[in-house]
Structure formats: C-alpha cells, structure tokens
C-alpha cells in the first residue's frame, strides 16, 4: 500500500485552509466512476465478439501490454519482498471476463505455508514448471477480479505469463514514478 500524500506544502498552498470541495462526495463521485468503467470492462469482456486479451494498464490508462488469451489461463510472477524468491499467481479466465486464482506456485514453501497460509500442503511442481511448489488457494476465501491492481517496481519484478506468448518484463515497462498497474481481461475486435 503506498502512504498518503501527507499535508498540502509548498507553493500555493495553506496549510489548514479549507478546500473549496467536499472530499466525501469527491470519494462518492470516484467510486461510481470507478464502478461504471469496471462494469463496462466486464461487458466488453463478456459480449463474445472477439478474442480475449490479457491488458496491463497504467493508473492514468496507458496501455503497456495486450497479450491475446489462446485459453482461459494466466500468470502473474513477482520476486515475494519478505522471502526475496519468485512466486507465481495463476488465474483462470470466467465466462464473463473475470479472472480467479486457482494456484500459486513459489520457489520456496515458506512463502506458500506462510506468506500466503494455504489450507493445504504445497506439492512439488510438476516436471516443467517455473516454480519448484505448487499449492490451491483457500477456497474459503476466493480471489475473483474483474480488475487486478498491481505494483510493477524493479523489486517486484512483476511478470505476465500468458500461455503460447513470450513473457512480459511489465515491471521494465512502467516508465512513471507511480508503479500502479490495471491488470485486466479485454476483448478485441
């Protein structure tokens, strides 16, 4: 999560001055813009006119990739902070263009027993795999998106896998100060 922008300073600003807008409904306004394009998204995913791309995004809209799907599985990898090895988050695409995560693979069992505390045992990979572990997620609590957001920084080094396309370095492709990335399902026509 990263930190709020803190106190108003520098030029043009008073600290302590009241804004001419009420935040609330400024948060309000946001969120309905927000929902409306998330909702839109999910019908343009879901019309069945075209072929289905995986999208990464910047914050403000920029296209930094489009990967088209050849099925319904997709992965994300990125080095965990804490364990400093790879792990993978695999998704499977729904039938109205939202995503779950049905795996997670690592280099390590710690980050699957501990970082990500899988009800199950994790399991060697099988012959192949990026990742030596394997393991399902917690069914209790399902991961289901219609828009993922990520940080794509050099630490992370975030990776979209999409099977039969060459792997995309996104975190080499984000070129702002704000590593924030829109990971979603879009149909092409």
């Known amino acids: 999560m990263l930190p709020g922008a803190g106190v108003p300073s520098g030029p043009g600003s008073a600290q302590g001055a009241r804004r001419p807008w009420n935040r609330p409904l400024l948060l309000v306004a946001l969120l309905v813009v927000t929902t409306a394009l998330a909702g839109g998204a999910l019908a343009v995913a879901a019309s069945g006119n075209g072929e289905q791309s995986v999208t990464v995004r910047t914050a403000n809209g920029e296209l930094i990739a489009r990967v088209p799907l050849r ?3 997709f992965a994300v990898s ?5 364990y400093g090895t790879f792990a993978e988050e695999r ?3 729904e039938p109205d263009g939202r995503f779950e995560l049905v795996e997670i693979a690592a280099d390590q069992t710690a980050v699957l027993e501990e970082y990500y505390a899988v009800p199950g045992a994790p399991r060697p990979a099988p012959d ?4 030596a572990y394997v393991a399902d997620p917690d ?3 399902p991961a ?4 993922l957001n990520i940080a794509a920084t050099d630490l992370g080094e975030r990776t979209l896998w999409v099977p039969g396309s060459p792997p995309v370095p996104v975190w080499q492709r984000v070129v702002s100060e704000n590593p924030t990335v829109l990971l979603e399902i879009e149909e092409t026509t």
């Open 91 to 93: 998704y499977r695409v």
């Open 144 to 147: 289901v998106f219609g828009v």
């Open 78 to 82: 990125y080095r965990n902070s804490v």
């Open 71 to 73: 099925g319904d599985r």
């Open 139 to 141: 069914p209790d609590r």
């Open 128 to 131: 192949g795999d990026r990742r």
